[in-house]
Structures are given as structure tokens and as C-alpha cells.
């Protein structure tokens, strides 16, 4: 019920930048977390960051100083500013959320991901 479109990926030189968006379509009650997440060949999916509903924010400790996460609730966005990249963040970052569905009922939790974008960064 929740489709996340992502854009923002690419190449980029160590040192460089890069900003990631996603942006939840589809019918919902309420987003609560949003996040994101990154894959590289060979290794499990890994949390890069999230952050609630209020602006509580979570980072891996590879990224912290380095990435920000931030959220535009009213129009159900999530941003990822990267900086100062390093090869080893080459890989697929896939956007996260986790939402609430209902019936007038009941409510649902649910979890939505993107279908990923790729982050390449060269030495």
C-alpha cells in the first residue's frame, strides 16, 4: 500500500557528496520511522540511519559526522546528505519505512522498502 521512490544515487570521487531522497506514495494512516539502508555484493543488509516521526535520529558509527538524515513529514520525504564518501560506502542504499494502516477498526503496522539506488564511490 506504501511504494517508496528513491533517487539520488551515483558515482562520485572519496571526499565527494551525494544526497539521497525518497519520497512514500500510496494510501497510509501514519509513516513512523524512516530510514535507510545499504547492501554491498558479498554482505547483509546494513542500517545506515533512521529517524521517527519527531526527528529522533539513529546513524551507524561508519557514518556518524559524515551523513544526515532528515525528513519532511508533510510531504512524507526522507534525505540522506552524504559527505565526505569513502569507497567502502559503495553499495545499494535502499530507503526504509514503517507505517500504519486501518481499517477504522483496527491499525496495521507495515513495512515498505525501496527498490534501491546505487552509491559508487572510487578511491
Known amino acids: 500500500q506504501v511504494q517508496l521512490v528513491e533517487s539520488g544515487g551515483g558515482l562520485v570521487q572519496a571526499g565527494g557528496s551525494l544526497r539521497l531522497s525518497c519520497s512514500a506514495l500510496g494510501i497510509f494512516f501514519r509513516i513512523n520511522r524512516m530510514g535507510w539502508y545499504r547492501q554491498s555484493p558479498g554482505n547483509q543488509r546494513e542500517l545506515v540511519a533512521t529517524i521517527s516521526n519527531g526527528g529522533n535520529t539513529n546513524y551507524a558509527d561508519s557514518v556518524k559526522g559524515r551523513f544526515t538524515i532528515s525528513r519532511d513529514n508533510a510531504n512524507n520525504r526522507v534525505d540522506l546528505q552524504m559527505s565526505n564518501l569513502r569507497p567502502e560506502d559503495t553499495a545499494d542504499y535502499y530507503c526504509?519505512?514503517?507505517?500504519?494502516?486501518?481499517?477504522?477498526?483496527?491499525?496495521?503496522?507495515?513495512?515498505?522498502w525501496g527498490q534501491g539506488t546505487q552509491v559508487a564511490v572510487s578511491s
Open positions: 526504509n519505512a514503517n507505517y500504519l494502516v486501518t481499517n477504522n477498526t483496527l491499525t496495521y503496522n507495515r513495512v515498505a
